[in-house]
Structure formats: structure tokens, C-alpha cells
């Protein structure tokens, strides 16, 4: 669960700064997503966030991950799944860099741990955060 806290520090960061290309990603994220998880109960909103850190995790950290790790050096796998892990989530420049990022630390997690547990542990706490600050953000 320590983990998370990088994270959720960047997630404050992200909340605050007037950068103009972060705070496009926050307004994106608050106005495309949040009207669609505003009736979501708390209940609802973990159980999204577990699912896809559950199976975000086994995909990119267990399947690719892994799988690159067998044919190229560790360092390398980590970059390729975290690279392919931000270019899922290319709903903008800066929400696939960001991604990218949250996924070398994620990937970085899972070699010095050798087990999911810690990426999926850390990437579901963020995502519920994360998700019930969009679901009970105020209309701007």
C-alpha cells in the first residue's frame, strides 16, 4: 500500500499545477469521464478500479512484461510494456505519457517484488482515488 503514495502524489501534483498540457488531461479526464461514474457508488467504483488494476497488471507486467523479459534484457521489457501500457490509454499526448510513466513505476514494482501483488495492490488504490475524485468532482 506504500507504494501508492508516489503515485498519489503525483495525482495531487497533477490536481494543482497550472501546466497548461496537465491540466488539458485533468479537464478531459473530469468532463469526458466524469459524467459517467457520477451515479457510481463507492461499492461500484472499487470494484472498476480493482478490475483494472487486476487485469491491467497480469496483461502488461505479466503477459508482456514477462514474455519481452525471455527474449530481451529485463530493463528493456520494462520500457516496451511501459510503453504500450501509455499508448493504451492515448486519450491525449499527456494521459499516454503519464500512463507510460505510472507503468515504469509499476513495471519497476513488479521485478524488484517478483510478484504482481505490489503493481496490482498500488495500480488499484490509485485508479479508486483517482476515480473518486472524477466521480465527485463538483460541475465546473
Not at 495525482?11 to 469521464?33: C, F, H, N, Y
Not at 514494482?109 to 465527485?136: K, N, W
Request: net charge neutral; hydrophobic share 60%; aromatic share 8%.
Amino acid at each position: 500500500m506504500t507504494a501508492t503514495l508516489p503515485l498519489g502524489l503525483g495525482l495531487v501534483w497533477m490536481l494543482t499545477t497550472g501546466w497548461p498540457p496537465i491540466r488539458r488531461l485533468v479537464a478531459l479526464v473530469t468532463e469526458q469521464i466524469g459524467p459517467a461514474l457520477a451515479g457510481c457508488s463507492v461499492a461500484e467504483l472499487a470494484l472498476l478500479a480493482l478490475a483494472a488494476g487486476v487485469s491491467e497488471e497480469v496483461l502488461f507486467r505479466g503477459v508482456v512484461q514477462t514474455g519481452l523479459a525471455g527474449v530481451v534484457p529485463a530493463w528493456l521489457a520494462l520500457v516496451a510494456a511501459s510503453a504500450a501500457f501509455g499508448l493504451v490509454h492515448f486519450a491525449s499526448r499527456a494521459y499516454a505519457a503519464v500512463a507510460g510513466v505510472m507503468g515504469v513505476y509499476l513495471g519497476t514494482l513488479f521485478l524488484l517484488q517478483g510478484s504482481l501483488l505490489a503493481p496490482i495492490v498500488t495500480h488499484t488504490l490509485y485508479d479508486f482515488v483517482a476515480l473518486l475524485y472524477v466521480a465527485r468532482r463538483p460541475a465546473a
